[in-house]
């Protein structure tokens, strides 16, 4: 139901005060953002007054300050400063000013302006260790409401939280997952209020903090280039305190009802600046479109103040936005207000930080009328029930309407209906369906806790799954690669033997040629298929050897597509381990190939050095001999074995280049090793990396 301290009564009738607006300006410190840009310092203040430097300015003339004098400054912007204002020196100095408005019957408003990132919603909730002006309040109101009650006098306390998102109104204590949107009215007794809006009896700050807690839960918040957690919607949270004096016999004599405003306004934004676009743009939209009709309604209040007595009253353009037309009663109406206006200290913001210092100063001429609000609720009760009456009264004479203005007619009487029925419940029956509200959440809470829990517990089954899974894979992998290994040994064992029999065969060619010159022919041509077999058959060890590349290259692929989903560094460093253990083993394959060849090498060099001194030996041996057939058939004999050792010392240098490009791919393979161990230490911790 709309407050009681929203009903009016006749001026004549109560107590009112005429009161300007409180503003009061806050700077914060540097962001993470503003310190990286190492942008400069704009913004300095003393006693009451603000000063704003403009940075583009390139002299230091007075006319490139601009000075703004408030009820309060707050430095807030290094805690080293002697200067600084705290959270509690900010409560301290507007905060408590408004409790006592309100426990002295009148309305009241604290409301905060600002750049997007500025700082408003730490002012107003703060955090945890840090908390803000609105839960330090609603703690206070309980202090003073334990101190002041007797047995003639007693309180009570409501409270409702509601945000404007895109111009529309959701009520942030409704359970449930799919919000509706809420309807703003004008109602004739009660003013401006949320048809359908939750409002809750409290009787200790606890509750007051779980609700809070609860709205601020589902407020809408986004995350934008300057600000992590952005505010993407107003957030209005009430309280409504009646304290009820009584005479000794309980007889009830009076009572004072106030509302207490507590507004979290979104941040006005630019979106060069934000980077907004999508949702986040329209968002941004709507909350500039909003502020400028809050900036539009100020300039009129003020206007309207400064020419008053002079002409008639201007137009306030209250209906023009949600937000406008709900604080209508706390600027220029009847509530005691306090507007803080935080700003940003960073030369980067001049500009948006000079916008909001002439804001508050606008919003500092206003004058609002407040009233002490004295027996509301019986006069809540009473303009219900004539509203109600005269209702009825046009639903009977309903004859000559259409079925849309009958349906309209209709849905106020059961508004207004409704309304009654709330105003007539006694404080005992809120508390309780407050009291079950709250047990109904925690039982929901509870029972989402378990479903959650049975959901981690299926994640944990299902991780453990996947786990064996890859275990199993991997093994797979393990028993593949060893087969393979094994008949890459088979074939090196093949290969050596092989050698060895060429070896051999290399023997008996020389000890045949010595002795049977007839055969060299024969036994050369022999030797070149053989040689040729052997230059094959190397070509296809280096395919193979290629192959393997390109397999351990697609296996590195692999594993970096499949670093992402592995469950734990540790199988990750598992698996670059058995990379490296693959690395080692090809390492190895090739050594040994290496070492093979360069025996072969060091073979065919000694047979190259015999041969070369047999072949002097004959020479000198055919040249002391007389010209002869026999002679030129030796001397034919000796250049063949010539040209086969000439073959044989350009398949010595074949092989060494070979046995190069294999202490190249060794060296190749060592630097791979090493750069996975770097990169492996990089991802992991040195003392996962040792126990692994």
Same mark, same amino acid.
């Given at each position: 139901m709309p407050d009681a301290a929203a009903v009016l009564a006749t001026p004549a009738s109560r107590k009112s005060e005429s009161t300007s607006v409180v503003v009061a300006v806050r700077c914060r410190p540097f962001n993470s953002r503003e310190r990286e840009l190492k942008t400069g310092l704009a913004v300095r203040m003393a006693a009451e007054t603000t000063t704003i430097i403009n940075p583009k300015s390139k002299s230091a003339q007075k006319e490139d300050e601009r000075t703004f004098t408030f009820d309060f400054s707050f430095w807030s912007h290094d805690p080293l400063d002697p200067r600084f204002h705290s959270q509690q020196h900010v409560y301290e100095s507007i905060g408590q000013g408004v409790l006592d408005n309100a426990l002295n019957g009148f309305n009241a408003c604290i409301f905060a302006y600002g750049q997007t990132g500025s700082g408003k919603t730490y002012s107003m909730m703060g955090t945890h260790d840090q908390p803000g002006v609105i839960p330090r309040l609603c703690r206070e109101?309980?202090?003073?409401?334990?101190?002041?009650?007797?047995?003639?006098?007693? $309180?009570?306390?409501?409270?409702?939280?509601?945000?404007?998102? +895109?111009?529309?109104? $959701?009520?942030?204590?409704?359970?449930?997952?799919?919000?509706?949107?809420?309807? *703003?009215? +004008?109602?004739?007794?009660?003013?401006?209020?949320?048809?359908?809006?939750?409002?809750?009896?409290?009787?200790?700050?606890?509750?007051?903090?779980? $609700?809070? =807690?609860?709205?601020?839960?589902?407020? *809408?918040?986004?995350?934008?280039?300057? +600000? @992590? *957690?952005?505010?993407?919607?107003?957030?209005?949270?009430?309280?409504?305190?009646?304290?009820?004096?009584?005479?000794?016999?309980?007889?009830?004599?009076?009572?004072?009802?106030?509302?207490?405003?507590?507004?979290? !306004?979104?941040?006005?934004?630019?979106?060069?600046?934000?980077?907004?676009?999508?949702?986040?743009?329209?968002?941004?939209?709507?909350?500039?479109?909003?502020?400028?009709?809050?900036?539009?309604?100020?300039?009129?209040?003020? @206007?309207?103040?400064?020419?008053?007595?002079?002409?008639?009253?201007?137009?306030?353009?209250?209906?023009?936005?949600?937000?406008? $037309?709900?604080?209508?009663?706390? !600027?220029?109406?009847?509530?005691?207000?306090?507007?803080?206006?935080?700003?940003?200290?960073?030369?980067? +913001?001049?500009?948006?930080?000079?916008?909001?210092l002439r804001y508050a100063a606008r919003t500092k001429q206003i004058v609002n009328k407040a009233f002490v609000n004295e027996d509301a609720t019986a006069a809540i009760i009473q303009g219900l029930r004539a509203e109600l009456e005269a209702l009825r009264l046009a639903a009977g004479a309903s004859n000559g309407l259409s079925t849309a203005d009958t349906s309209e007619l209709r849905a106020e009487m059961e508004e207004n209906e409704r309304l009654l029925a709330e105003a007539n419940l006694t404080w005992e029956d809120k508390l309780r369906a407050t009291e079950s509200e709250l047990l109904d959440r925690a039982e929901a809470a509870e029972r989402e806790a378990r479903v959650r829990q049975r959901e981690n517990e299926a994640l944990r089954r299902e991780m453990d799954e996947l786990r064996e899974a890859k275990a199993r894979e991997e093994q797979f992998r393990i028993s593949g690669l060893k087969a393979h290994e094994a008949v890459r040994v088979a074939e090196i064992a093949s290969m050596e033997q092989k050698l060895a029999e060429e070896k051999g065969r290399a023997r008996k060619f020389q000890a045949t040629l010595s002795t049977e010159s007839d055969d060299v022919e024969e036994e050369l041509t022999r030797q070149r298929e053989e040689i040729a077999r052997m230059r094959t058959e190397q070509a296809e060890l280096i395919a193979m050897l290629q192959v393997k590349e390109r397999a351990l290259e697609r =296996?590195?692929?692999?594993?970096?597509?499949?670093?992402?989903?592995?469950?734990?560094?540790?199988?990750?460093?598992?698996?670059?381990?058995?990379?490296?253990?693959?690395?080692?083993?090809?390492?190895?394959?090739?050594?040994?190939?290496? @070492?093979?060849?360069?025996?072969?090498?060091?073979?065919?060099?000694?047979?190259?050095?015999?041969?070369t001194a047999k072949l002097q030996i004959a020479h000198v041996g055919i040249a002391t001999q007389p010209d002869s057939p026999v002679k030129e058939r030796h001397s034919r004999v000796l250049s063949a074995r010539a040209n086969v050792e000439t073959e044989r010392q350009d398949e010595i240098q074949r092989w060494e280049q070979e046995q190069t490009v294999l202490l190249e791919k060794l060296e190749r393979l060592e630097h791979e090793s090493k750069t996975q161990r770097e990169e492996a230490m990089e991802i992991l911790s040195p003392t996962l990396v040792h126990d692994v």
């Open positions: 109101l309980f202090t003073h409401v334990a101190a002041k009650s007797t047995a003639t006098v007693s $309180f009570t306390v409501e409270v409702s939280y509601l945000e404007i998102y +895109n111009e529309q109104t $959701f009520d942030l204590l409704k359970v449930g997952k799919k919000r509706k949107p809420l309807r *703003t009215r +004008n109602h004739k007794t009660l003013g401006p209020y949320v048809e359908g809006l939750s409002q809750f009896a409290v009787a200790k700050y606890e509750s007051v903090l779980q $609700f809070m =807690e609860s709205g601020n839960a589902v407020r *809408t918040v986004a995350a934008t280039a300057m +600000n @992590d *957690t952005s505010s993407r919607s107003h957030a209005i949270f009430s309280l409504v305190v009646k304290q009820t004096n009584s005479e000794p016999g309980g007889k009830r004599i009076g009572e004072k009802v106030s509302k207490i405003s507590l507004v979290d !306004l979104a941040g006005s934004e630019r979106q060069s600046k934000t980077g907004a676009s999508g949702a986040r743009l329209k968002e941004g939209s709507t909350i500039n479109k909003s502020l400028i009709t809050l900036g539009m309604v100020i300039a009129a209040l003020a @206007d309207r103040t400064a020419v008053k007595g002079k002409g008639g009253a201007e137009h306030i353009p209250y209906r023009d936005s949600t937000l406008t $037309f709900l604080l209508k009663e706390s !600027l220029g109406g009847n509530s005691k207000t306090v507007m803080i206006a935080t700003v940003s200290p960073a030369a980067e +913001n001049f500009d948006e930080s000079l916008s909001t =296996e590195r692929e692999a594993r970096l597509a499949a670093e992402s989903s592995i469950a734990t560094k540790a199988q990750l460093l598992s698996t670059l381990a058995l990379a490296e253990v693959r690395r080692r083993e090809e390492v190895r394959s090739t050594q040994a190939e290496w @070492d093979l060849l360069a025996s072969t090498i060091e073979g065919a060099k000694m047979q190259s050095i015999a041969e």
